[in-house]
């Protein structure tokens, strides 16, 4: 698992591309923030995480390895459980958060980035 990638994945470069191409200028993983947001606007208080269907429990995607289920189970369950608490946190600090999922159109995931930094400002 220490070879995972955890920044800098396809869909979240994908969207990082799409979101620049468009003109927003953003933070990357950024680290003053719970959780390191994948991308954060920081004067409009948006932390963007990119969620992998499998590590977050995407409800359409999310499959169960059968090596091993029960720790499997516990793991990824602590994982949706920390993003939940991630979340809790940042909204206490008057962040809003938008989680993407990695299966999501990368143009779709930025339209709905694009809505929300627009009714932030």
Not at 4 to 9: D, E, G, K
Not at 36 to 54: E, H, M, N, Q, S
Request: charged share 30%; hydrophobic share 35%.
């Amino acid at each position: 698992m220490q070879r995972m990638p955890r920044t800098r994945t396809k869909p979240e470069m994908q969207l990082r591309r799409e979101l620049h191409r468009r003109g927003m200028r953003f933070r990357v993983n950024y680290p003053k923030l719970p959780g390191r947001p994948d991308i954060a606007f920081t004067k409009l208080r948006l932390a963007v995480f990119v969620d992998g269907c499998f590590w977050h429990m995407c409800p359409l995607h999310s499959t169960m390895p059968r090596n091993n289920a029960e720790w499997w189970r516990i793991k990824l369950l602590r994982n949706v459980e920390r993003d939940r608490e991630k979340d809790d946190q940042l909204s206490v600090r008057g962040w809003h958060v938008l989680h993407i999922w990695e299966h999501e159109d990368t143009h779709e995931a930025a339209d709905k980035v694009s809505a929300l930094v627009s009714s932030l400002r």
